[in-house]
């Protein structure tokens, strides 16, 4: 017998939305990962095709993350989810 949320997860597959839940559960865990300074001036907008699209408030915060941080956010993203789950993240002023 499976679980309720194994179920909703198989059903997620099948009806082709694993990578929308991976996207939620990235979501999630952003401020947990990456700290309150960080995700009070970000937010992930989508993943795409593995790649993680992250918007940044300030154009100094975009360069110590995409140059600084990216490494060490990217290791803790795949230690949870998976490195299959998030292949990069790319950072964008917005």
């Known amino acids: 017998m499976i679980s309720a949320g194994e179920g909703v997860v198989r059903l997620m597959k099948s ?5 929308r839940l991976r996207e939620e559960q990235i979501r999630s865990a952003w ?9 009070d001036n970000s937010q992930p907008l989508k ?8 918007q940044v408030l300030q ?3 975009l360069y110590e993350l995409d140059r600084v941080l990216k490494a060490k956010i990217l290791a803790k993203f795949r230690e949870q989810f998976g490195a299959r789950t998030l292949k990069d993240i790319r950072f964008r002023i917005g």
Do not use: K
């Open 15 to 19: 009806l082709g939305l694993e990578e």
């Open 31 to 39: 401020r947990a990962i990456v700290g309150d300074f960080i995700a």
């Open 47 to 54: 993943l795409q095709a593995g790649v993680l699209i992250v």
């Open 59 to 61: 154009p100094a915060l």
